[in-house]
Structures are given as C-alpha cells and as structure tokens.
C-alpha cells in the first residue's frame, strides 16, 4: 500500500466504502432486531405481571440494601482479532455463566427463579427474548468496530492519496 499508484488507492477506497455501506445496513438491521426483541420481551413481562399479580414476588425475595451482592450470568469478552494484515480489531463476544458459585466467592443466581419453580411461560420467553437481545447487542458492538476501523483507514488512504 506505501507503493500504491492513485488508481489502485481509488479501487481500495471503493472497496472500503462499499463495505462499509453493508455494515451499516447491518447496523441498521441490528439496531432494529434490538427494539423488536427488547419491546417483544417488555411486553412478555408485561403479560407476566398480569397473570400472576402484582406480588407474585415477594419481597423478601428482591434484592434489598442488605442483600447478598451476585454476579452476572453472561459477561462480554473483549479479544484482538487481527484482519488481511491491517491493525487489530477488538472482537467482542457473550461468555454465559452457569448459576452458582463464581470464583471470587460471589454467586451467580438466576433472577427468573425469584418466580418459583413453575414460572408462567411469558416469563421464559421474556427471558429468551432478552437474552437474544443481548446477544445482537454485542454482534452491533462488532459491526461498529469493523465500521469504525474501516472509516479510519479510508482517512488514511484519503490524505495518501492528496499526498500523490
């Protein structure tokens, strides 16, 4: 790329710009995946509450000022990933956690089972939606990373190419 005439940085900054206008179709579609899936598990909620009643959990159940703090039950992790020799880009992914005992000594509890062993079936599918929810969430982070990379190296070959 040092060495590149104009018109081969002209072909790369096309390639990169057509790229980049994919991610943000991918953007786009995934922002609204989110709202479906967040609105859809809202509303699952919302049909939960109504079928068991406003104290279907009971206080002593929900976490007070005194309560035993816990950890989550899926984290993100952040790793390099390296692409046709260009700089590292961050790729995140969901680690999920199995309930019980974390390694700091904190547990990992499941909040759904605050409802008692037989939940109502909108409960678990809240749950689904949600947890696919968070799920596009971290795929979005990873569009906007590689859109993000690819905006700066179409900078950069745009002030190489000035400089010709």
């Known amino acids: 790329m040092e ?5 081969e940085l002209c072909e790369l900054m096309d390639k990169l710009l057509l790229n980049s206008l994919d991610l943000i179709e ?18 699952e909620l919302a049909h939960t509450r109504f079928t068991k009643g406003p ?29 046709d020799d260009a700089d590292p880009i961050q790729h995140r992914t969901l680690e999920r956690h199995p309930v019980g005992d974390a390694e700091d000594g904190a547990s990992r ?10 939940r109502p079936p909108s409960l678990n599918i809240a749950k689904e939606r949600f947890a696919r929810s968070l799920d ?10 590689r859109l993000s ?16």
Do not use: C, H
């Open 136 to 145: 596009t969430i971290v795929e979005r982070a990873n569009v906007r990373v």
């Open 55 to 83: 104290n279907a959990v009971s206080a002593v159940q929900l976490p007070t000022e005194d309560y035993k703090p816990f950890q989550a039950l899926a984290t993100v992790q952040v790793e390099e990933a390296v692409e």
């Open 109 to 118: 509890i499941d909040p759904s089972a605050w409802f008692g062993i037989l």
């Open 3 to 7: 060495n590149a005439s104009k018109e």
């Open 149 to 164: 990379s690819y905006l700066n190296t179409f900078e950069l070959l745009q002030k190489r190419k000035t400089e010709l």
């Open 26 to 43: 991918q953007d786009v579609r995934l922002s609204q995946d989110i709202a479906r899936l967040t609105t859809e598990g809202q509303m």
